[in-house]
């Protein structure tokens, strides 16, 4: 009789964990405690995988091996306690997956930079012609993916809630682009906690691994000294530092992998700002490791097209520039953002408040931002934070009426600028809605 895995959640983790476990012969149970969408729905059908929803049936549930868990489930809740007091082990897909695939996989994490760094890093290895598949929090779903192709490759980008149930998951190459607080309300508010959830990426690493790393961010350089890391480490810095494998002197980048450095100018880098080139950094690290040429990586660094939600120039509209950076769910994102703009900024901002500290922005914010339009069901935390660093604040309710807002108070020469540093799930459904509809209202205007 085939064992039996219990799946919770119904999204894009939980359907592909869903076929990889029926593939590999499991009675699979599906379980979601909201409605499930049309189009995984019918998958589920299609594949004939029993499921549930609007419910846990806590006995059909706990009558499994093994459950697995999409990230977007908190531990705290309650089937996944029950489960885990009689011994059930509750797992993340990544672990899952990864046990039916002899493939390598280039991990990417961190607070922020992850999205670009994961979909650069792929550009790059398609560009040279290798077997790789894109997975993670972007594209399909590793375990999807694992049950239907045969890649010699995976680039995975990997969020915290990923990590937490990663047990004996391996990472042959593990980058970690920075750590800023960030969904501290699942980690009790402790800054720590979110740290070792960070650290899990460098879990069951040998010296024959990797681990890439930002020195110049200040959390990740303190941990590195003080953590037994057994993976060899490979950090990159702004500036050129002792054993830096990537760096920026005179406007030009330097990568030194096998004591082989290639350089280009900043100038001729697809992906501009300084957030940007530490993304280069990373990705041109991770490639060189899988030895691809020197001069493709070049090629691909030059011919990448950005990431849509971040950063991402929408229109100019009499004089008024219109930019959507929706993916900015964090305070430090939105520092990034603000810190690349020259010209008068009015801001666009709020959103699920995540236990955000808007300390870091204050300096920014007095001296670039004219305006602040908040976008949120609850602006208070945002409104009492800047009150007294910007001039004019006012609240909207929707991306439209935020629009003609910015719109109306705007002028020549001013940059409109959506970077919420928080989530979106209260307006909206997810940051991609967000920036969708941003962008459907500048070109209604």
Same mark, same amino acid.
């Given at each position: 009789?085939?064992? +039996? &895995?219990? %799946?919770? $959640?119904?999204?894009?983790?939980?359907?592909? *964990?869903?076929?990889?476990?029926?593939k590999k012969g499991f009675d699979v149970f599906l379980s979601d405690n909201g409605k499930i969408k049309e189009k995984y729905a019918s998958v589920l059908l299609h594949h004939g995988i029993a499921y549930e929803e609007g419910m846990h049936s806590t006995d059909k549930i706990l009558d499994a091996v093994e459950i697995i868990k999409s990230p977007g489930i908190p531990d705290v809740v309650p089937i996944v306690?029950?489960?885990?007091?009689?011994?059930?082990?509750?797992?993340?897909?990544?672990?899952?997956?990864?046990?039916?695939?002899?493939?390598? +996989? &280039?991990? %990417?994490? $961190?607070?922020?930079?992850?999205?670009?760094? *994961?979909?650069?890093?792929?550009?790059?290895?398609?560009?040279?012609?290798?077997?790789?598949?894109?997975?993670?929090?972007?594209?399909?779903?590793?375990a999807q993916q694992v049950a239907e192709n045969d890649f010699d490759w995976y680039v995975l980008e990997i969020s915290s809630f990923q990590l937490d149930n990663m047990f004996d998951f391996k990472a042959e190459i593990a980058v970690l682009t920075n750590i800023t607080p960030d969904h501290l309300d699942r980690y009790e508010h402790q800054f720590s906690r979110y740290?070792?959830?960070?650290?899990?990426?460098?879990?069951?690493?040998?010296?024959?691994?990797?681990?890439?790393?930002?020195?110049?961010?200040?959390?990740?350089?303190?941990?590195?000294s003080r953590r037994q890391i057994a993976a060899t480490v490979y950090p990159f810095s702004y500036s050129m530092q002792p054993g830096t494998c990537a760096f920026v002197n005179k406007n030009e980048l330097t990568v030194n992998i096998y004591n082989d450095p290639f350089t280009m100018t900043l100038e001729e880098l697809a992906l501009q700002g300084r957030h940007n080139i530490y993304n280069s950094m990373a990705a041109s690290i991770a490639s060189r490791l899988t030895e691809i040429r020197k001069e493709t990586i070049k090629q691909s660094l030059s011919d990448f097209e950005n990431v849509e939600h971040r950063l991402e120039y929408v229109a100019r509209i009499h004089g008024i520039d219109f930019i959507n950076d929706s993916k900015a769910t964090n305070v430090n994102s939105t520092w990034f953002a603000l810190e690349s703009i020259e010209k008068p900024v009015i801001w666009i901002a709020g959103g699920v408040d995540k236990g955000n500290d808007y300390s870091k922005l204050f300096e920014l914010v007095a001296a670039k931002v004219k305006a602040l339009i908040c976008l949120g069901t609850d602006n208070t935390p945002i409104i009492e934070a800047f009150a007294d660093k910007v001039g004019a604040i006012y609240e909207t309710q929707s991306a439209e009426q935020a629009v003609l807002m910015a719109y109306s108070i705007g002028k020549i020469d001013d940059v409109v600028l959506l970077s919420p540093a928080c989530a979106s799930f209260d307006l909206f459904e997810n940051y991609e809605d967000r920036g969708n509809q941003f962008k459907k209202a500048v070109r209604g205007l």
């Open positions: 009789m085939s064992q +039996k &895995i219990a %799946i919770l $959640g119904a999204g894009e983790s939980g359907v592909g *964990t869903a076929i990889l476990a029926q306690q029950k489960a885990v007091a009689v011994g059930i082990p509750v797992i993340s897909e990544l672990e899952f997956a990864a046990r039916y695939t002899r493939a390598k +996989k &280039i991990c %990417i994490t $961190g607070s922020n930079g992850k999205t670009t760094t *994961t979909l650069l890093t792929y550009h790059i290895l398609k560009n040279a012609g290798l077997n790789a598949g894109l997975a993670g929090n972007v594209g399909k779903s590793f740290i070792d959830s960070k650290f899990r990426i460098t879990r069951n690493q040998t010296s024959n691994d990797a681990f890439i790393c930002n020195l110049d961010d200040e959390v990740t350089a303190a941990e590195i």
